[in-house]
Each structure stands twice: as C-alpha cells, then as structure tokens.
C-alpha cells in the first residue's frame, strides 16, 4: 500500500491506550446510518414484504422475474424493438438516471447470468431493506417504458440487494477477534492493550457492541459496522501504512481501526 503523508495518522495510534475488555462508554453520537436491521439480521429482507416470496416468479402486478440462487438478484426482461448494443443501452440508461431519485444510480455491465455466462443488462443495486422489489422494480420499469427515444433495446434489468446480513461472528464466540488492517497481517492478540480508535480519512465506522459487529469496507481502509451503507463495498482507496499492527474492531463502542 501506498505510504501516507499525514503523521498526524502515525501519530495518533502512539498515543494513549487501554485495556480490553473494560466497559466501553456510551455510543457516539455521530455514526454511520445503516438500512433498517430486523432483529439483530437483515435476513428477513430478502423475503416478503420486502422481497418475492421463495419460489414466486412474478411480482404482485404480474411483471415476470428470475430470481438468482442466491436469492439476492431479481432480473426482468425488457421489451424492445433492436437487438441491444452498448450505445443504445448506454443511452437508455443516462436518459433514465437523469430522472432523479433511485435511478440516478443506475448502471450497466455483466450483471445478467450465471456467473460462467455473464451478459450485460441495465443494473440497479440497493442495500438489503431499502426498498421492496416490488416498488423499485415497478418505478424503474415505468421509467423505461416511457423512455422517448425509439427504437429501444431489447435488454434486461437486473436489481440486486446489496449488504450483509448480519454480523460476522457473535460475541459469544471463539475467535470472535478484530481483523488485522492487512490481509496476512499480524494475528490480534486479546492480551495485549489497544491503542486509540483512528477514523481513516475521517469516516466514523457506527456503533458496536463488540468486535463481530466491525468489518474492513472499502478497498481495505475503512472499518464499518456491518449494517452500515455498502460497507462491504463501498469506500474510496487512499492508502495507509503504520509503525504497530492495527486491527478493526469494536473500540469505545465504535467501529475502528486501532493499533497494539
């Protein structure tokens, strides 16, 4: 990773530390705002209300889908007059996404298919319990179907549900430990004190109960509380390189990175 110029960063995880395992402090109250979490899961999002039922083929209108194995993409088959190419489907999508709101994201690439037979299609992803497949799919497939400009590409719309579904491990158990900056890093050590919490590029990681609930986002220099936004993807890519180890997990009842 690219060395960073900031010594501030350096500087803050030399700084004072603290015990595992002593009460954390209440929660901030600044902290990343996550899709709406069920129970401690986001599991029930990908069933009804929120999504078609196990072994539904059709959305309540009767607007007909396929729904992947994973039960995470639902893919709709779009009426046209010419056989798709990338001008026209890049066309429809910028003329689309101009209208604002959850279309404004979105895209297209090799989202379409299994994963030995990928095709490009119109593409729209939200984190799991934003919206129901049934008024997302209904608000973009009018949007196409209005769509001006003739003639239109005979294509495919795939919306899938992004996010985890819940934590990574519980705090009950074994090895439920916070994970080492670098991939192949120095394993944590539980009886070893951690150093302060350090917010990489400023992101604040939410709210935590323990070190489980704490994931690596971005590409590898964020540390998120599982429900928050894309915190399986999302993140910009500054690089950052330490004196110490650092770890992201749960400190002060926030997630962050933080060095032994």
């Not at 088959?77 to 910028?94: I, K, Q, S, V, Y």
């Amino acid at each position: 990773m690219a060395s960073t110029t900031a010594a501030a960063l350096v500087g803050a995880l030399l700084g004072s530390c603290s015990a595992p395992g002593t009460t954390n402090p209440p929660a901030p109250t600044e902290s990343c705002t996550g899709s709406p979490v069920i129970d401690g899961s986001r599991r029930p999002c990908l069933e009804p209300p929120y999504a078609p039922a196990a072994g539904a083929t059709t959305l309540a209108d009767g607007t007909p889908f396929v729904r992947d194995e994973g039960g995470r993409r639902f893919t709709f088959a779009l009426e046209g007059e010419m056989e798709t190419t990338a001008e026209a489907l890049t066309g429809l999508r910028e003329r689309v996404s101009a209208r604002g709101g959850p279309l404004t994201f979105l895209g297209y690439g090799l989202y379409c298919g299994p994963p030995e037979a990928r095709r490009i299609c119109l593409h729209l992803r939200v984190d799991l319990c934003e919206a129901t497949i049934d008024a997302l799919a209904g608000e973009v497939l009018a949007a196409i179907a209005e769509d001006p400009i003739l003639p239109r590409p005979r294509a495919e719309l795939a919306i899938s549900l992004g996010g985890l579904l819940g934590p990574r491990c519980g705090a009950e158990e074994g090895g439920c430990e916070p994970i080492p900056f670098s991939a192949g890093g120095t394993p944590y050590d539980p009886d070893r004190k951690r150093g302060p919490r350090l917010h990489l590029g400023g992101v604040r990681g939410g709210a935590c109960v323990h070190d489980g609930e704490c994931v690596i986002a971005g590409c590898g220099n964020r540390c998120h509380h599982w429900s928050c936004p894309g915190a399986n993807e999302a993140g910009t890519c500054e690089g950052y390189s330490f004196s110490k180890p650092v770890y992201c997990g749960c400190v002060r009842a926030e997630c962050g990175f933080f060095s032994q």
